[in-house]
């Protein structure tokens, strides 16, 4: 890369930048999810718009699974589970038998009205399935829904996400020749792995950072980094306390 071709890189990167800043607040003033607007920021500048070219399907893909990550991370830090731990039964039938008839409805209507063939069809509605867990957590966040209602959809749109991947890897790569049973099971094991690696990494984070955070307190106490409290010692109101007492006592 050229100098020249680095501050062009530069320029459109903060213009990018700049542009989705103002998104951001014209869609919190508007209500609208801030998504819509990146998504027009992003056609303007794509090849129908600017004419900016980018065919990097790797990169594309690796982007979008760390922003997914992000966006997951964000919105579990940001939910009460006091606010969803009455609503995981549902949201879980929602995120899973949910996704799946949608998925169904989808792959029907694109078989019988586009046309496509089975393959393709389920594929479509296994993409299209679930809700865009970053639209949901920005649109709560401006609109006063009952906390029952919001907590059962922020947990519904966190949860759905790993089924649809699931069912998009299956049915992209598992041709419709293969028996139903085998195809289950293939989805009851990807579900059991993927839970078991998702719970363990949780646990396993969560005790690094106890662990991290009470090396940091033990490290301040060891140096005499914790403030200790300075004694001031009134001699007046103990003077006046004292004469109190001895005109008090008989």
């Known amino acids: 890369m050229t100098l020249q071709q680095l501050y062009l890189a530069l320029l ?3 213009l990018v930048l700049l ?3 103002v998104a951001t607040r014209a869609a919190a003033k508007v209500g609208l999810p801030a998504l819509l ?3 027009a920021v992003g056609v303007a500048i794509g090849n129908d718009g600017l004419g900016l070219e980018f065919s990097d399907v790797e990169l ?34 929602l995120a899973t038998l949910g996704v799946v008839v949608s998925m169904a409805v989808t792959a029907l209507g694109a078989h ?7 393959q393709l069809a389920i594929l479509l509605g296994a993409i299209v399935s679930p809700t865009d867990a970053a639209a949901v957590f920005s649109v709560l966040r401006v609109l006063p829904l009952p906390r029952r209602v919001a907590g059962l959809l922020e947990a519904e ?4 996400d790993a089924p649809a991947a699931i069912l998009v890897l299956m049915f992209s790569t598992t041709p419709l020749t293969v028996a139903p049973g085998t195809a289950l099971l293939d989805l009851l094991y990807e579900l059991a792995v993927g839970a078991a690696i998702g719970v ?7 005790l690094a950072i106890i662990i991290a955070v009470l ?18 010692t009134d001699t007046s109101s103990q003077g006046s306390a004292t004469e109190t007492t001895g005109t008090g006592a008989p």
């Open 215 to 232: 090396i940091v307190v033990n490290a301040r106490d060891d140096t005499g980094g914790q403030p200790s409290t300075p004694t001031v």
């Open 12 to 14: 459109i990167g903060g």
């Open 60 to 93: 594309a893909s690796d982007l979008g699974t760390a922003a997914l990550a992000v966006i997951l991370v964000e919105g579990g830090l940001t939910t009460r589970f006091a606010d969803i731990r009455k609503l995981l039964a549902p949201a879980g039938v």
């Open 157 to 160: 749109s966190g949860f759905n």
């Open 37 to 39: 607007l990146f998504l």
């Open 112 to 118: 019988l009205l586009l046309g496509m063939n089975w």
């Open 200 to 206: 363990a990494c949780g646990v396993l984070g969560a």
């Open 19 to 21: 542009a989705s800043i």
